[in-house]
């Protein structure tokens, strides 16, 4: 399964406690990086959130954000302390009695008296069940967006895969030619630098050309890593980390073809290749 790592899920609900909306956005990171924004009542819902994205998500920065919006608050969701308020009053009279011109107590002032005042507390609890049961869903709702997105590569991988396949095989064809040609080019030589042609001397330098030339080991390889990287591209698993390397042989791979090559064909193929997995190591920094 193919998962990008570039996502987005939104979803909300409501209850006689108020509205809930929850929203997850994951974008490419190396490692799995979560970040919270909860309203405070929510807080202590945070761990098992990580819990929960750590047995969904791998890879990816991935932001969490909740709101909640409070039904109406009742009327008398207000409580004054009326024995504080008259405590506050007397010795506000007796401090008044002191004074040569007092100013009138203000109603608002004895409100604002550390303890006069106090807001029922309200019970959050079904809040937070039903925070937990959104969460769910909009991860899950992630994690299919993610697979979606992730799916949609998929042909470009086969597309590039297939033609690297295709051009590693005629690179193998061209090769017994190639050899033959340089051969001849090598006689030509000897022949205008009047070189005696003994069959032995010929012979090392084809040996040592050949050598010098041969390109079966990388053209093994790089067949090798289209078969590992097809495989990979079946697993259930994480495969970005798993991916990224192999996208690393295949451009070592045709690197090494490039150096080699002995003629503009094979130098040709050898650009074509980087090109093809350059494709595909830029989509690959994108999976999980």
Known sequence: MIRSMTAFARSDTQGEWGTLTCEIRTVNHRYLEPSFRL??????LENSFREALRKHLKRGKVDVTMRLQSAEQVSDSLDVNEDLVRAVGQAAARVSSLLDNPAPIDTLDVLRWPGVLSVAEQDFSEARAAASGLFDQVLAELVKVREREGERLRPLFSERLETITRQVAEVRSLMP????????VLRDRFEKAR???????VAQEMVMLAQKCDVAEELDRLDAHVSEVTDTLASDAAIGRRLDFLMQELNREANTLSSKSIDARVTRTAVDLKVLIEQMREQVQNLE
């Open 177 to 184: 030619e190639l050899l033959k040609a340089q051969e001849r």
């Open 195 to 201: 070189v005696e042609l003994e069959p032995e001397r």
């Open 39 to 44: 309203p405070d009542v929510l807080r202590e």
